[in-house]
């Protein structure tokens, strides 16, 4: 089953707006990771949150870490056209072992 | 960054055939390598776990007889689809993680396969 589950499941804004993507999880994690997949293409790893940090940035991006809610989020800022794919949040949860489980992702447009 | 390549891209093929996927480490050695599916506007679901020199390690409802893999090498694990049939028709996304150098928290992934059976 599904570790993490990502909503909105799609999310249409404008560009220059700012997107927010949330996951939620159900056991204790390592770390948290968000990636993008454009149409068709494959996974870009874009950050990594462990279980032991709250708040991460990288570019515009900005991710969260709510251990005791077991929820994290994903901020773009002055978000772009080219920012237009499906955003997932993988968990390398304690008890899985080594490999990540993915949610059902968030289909994000932005239009120009 | 690491480098996972996948080979081929896209691939079409007649029912009953079988296909041969290659996922590469480029430039570090992956001690475990993985196969994921993914079917369209669908997540990426788990298939199989390969750690070099040993059997591969497959989910639950995965037919380790129908997907083969090899992971001969490691920079080098195979993914076969034997008796392919249109229901197979998925994108093929591998991984590759090591040790070391790099780290163990982050996977690679490759550029995905996709695979379209008559």
């Known amino acids: 089953s599904q570790q993490g589950e990502e909503d909105p499941q799609a999310l249409s804004i404008q560009e220059g707006e700012n997107a927010t993507m949330n996951c939620s999880y159900k056991t204790s994690i390592n770390n948290l990771q968000w990636y993008r997949q454009n149409s068709g293409r494959g996974l870009v790893h874009l950050i990594l949150i462990r279980s032991n940090e709250r708040e991460k940035h990288s570019g515009r991006l900005r991710v969260t870490l709510d251990t005791s809610k077991k929820s994290s989020s994903l901020l773009i800022t002055a978000s772009r056209a080219a920012d237009t794919a499906s955003y997932f949040c993988a968990t390398d949860a304690v008890n899985y072992g080594q490999n990540f489980v993915f949610g059902p992702g968030t289909r994000l447009s932005v239009l120009p | 960054g690491a480098v996972v390549s996948q080979h081929p891209s896209w691939v079409i093929c007649k029912s009953g055939t079988s296909v041969k996927i290659e996922c590469r480490s480029l430039d570090f050695q992956a001690t475990t390598m993985f196969w994921y599916r993914q079917f369209p506007k669908q997540s990426l679901m788990l298939m199989a776990t390969?750690?070099?020199?040993?059997?591969?390690?497959?989910e639950q409802g995965v037919e380790k007889d129908k997907f083969l893999i090899n992971h001969a090498s490691l920079t080098l694990s195979t993914l076969t689809v034997t008796s392919a049939h249109p229901e197979d028709s998925s994108f093929y996304i591998c991984?590759?993680?090591?040790?070391?150098?790099?780290?163990?928290?982050?996977?690679?992934f490759g550029p995905g396969t996709r695979l379209t059976v008559l």
């Open positions: 991984s590759a993680r090591t040790s070391g150098r790099l780290g163990t928290d982050t996977q690679y």
């Open positions: 390969s750690n070099e020199g040993s059997k591969a390690t497959y």
